[in-house]
């Protein structure tokens, strides 16, 4: 990454290229109707710019090396907490890791994760048929969903060639 000086003399980050993230900082949460705080909007760059699932205690470590200031972890979990509550960030529970969303999809629409076991790729994709089943079977039990994500493990196409 390359680094310009702040007038304070402190390393800052140049601009980076989001536009494979789907909050691409240039259109991201101006559709949410949200403002970001700085520490939110620099760990969703981060996440943006990792294009990987990252869990909490390395992004602490990657906001360290940027800042030369280490955030305190309860300050990057509720940061991390409010991105996925706004549906700008996933949290991969098999993984315990987080990853900022891949593409723009409908807050109720459910999210497949298909992990790559050996390099450690995540696609994200949604699914009507399985966006019918999972309302269909919450229907039947009278259940309410609070999240709808799936994560299936397996070998991505790069690795099942190899």
Known sequence: MSTTRAPTGKPTAAPRDHSHCAHDPARAHHGHGLSLTHSRQRIL???CAAGRPVGAYEMIDIL????????????VYRALD?????????????????LACAHGHGEREAVVFLICDQCGSVEEAVSNAVNSGLAGVAAQTGFAVRSRVIEIAG??????AA
């Open 45 to 47: 760059d981060e996440l």
């Open 64 to 75: 360290a090396e940027r800042s030369g200031k280490r955030p305190a972890p309860i300050s």
């Open 82 to 98: 409010f991105l996925v509550d706004n549906g700008l960030v996933h949290r991969l529970a098999s993984r315990n890791a987080f």
């Open 155 to 160: 070998q991505c196409r790069a690795c099942a």
